[in-house]
């Protein structure tokens, strides 16, 4: 039986064949998943309806599961039709999230292309996409190294 909170078998499969650096993309409902999938990642499509299960689920699933070392997001725009003058509020339930599971990690924002490019590498295992309807709510997580 499983201790942590990740019951999700495909999720479970692939994250126990990846390794140290590996890259685990959860994606919201708006991300070209088809068109970014890294060469040797999977797709687990979890977009069930808008908004279930959203990216910060996935997110508090994860955290019981693997050890992290950083984590990523999709920088926001600060001009145009889509611009934010502030962080997008999911960010602040990303960072509550890693605080609770006693992570000290730092959210750190890259450029949307940068992002693509980051989420398309070999290193990229899985994409988990969500429903999530939050604006810029993509995260690209690093998988860590077991410490105990």
Not at 18 to 36: E, Q, R, V
Request: with cysteine.
């Amino acid at each position: 039986m499983l201790k942590h909170q990740l019951i999700h078998p495909q999720i479970n499969e692939v994250l126990a064949r990846a390794g140290h650096h590996g890259k685990i993309l959860i994606a919201d409902g708006n991300y070209p998943c088809s068109s970014t999938l890294g060469p040797h990642a999977q797709l687990v499509s979890l977009n069930l309806s808008p908004g279930l299960v959203t990216c910060t689920q996935v997110l508090q699933a994860l955290v019981t599961a693997i050890p992290l070392e950083a984590a990523q997001t999709m920088n926001y725009e600060t001009t145009g039709p889509y611009a934010l003058s502030e962080d997008p509020p999911v960010w602040e339930e990303y960072r509550q999230v890693l605080t609770t599971a006693e992570l000290e990690l730092e959210l750190d924002p890259i450029e949307k292309w940068d992002f693509y490019k980051a989420a398309s590498t070999t290193d990229h295992v899985l994409t988990i996409q969500t429903a999530d309807q939050q604006r810029f709510a993509n995260l690209l997580l690093t998988i860590g190294v077991r410490m105990d």
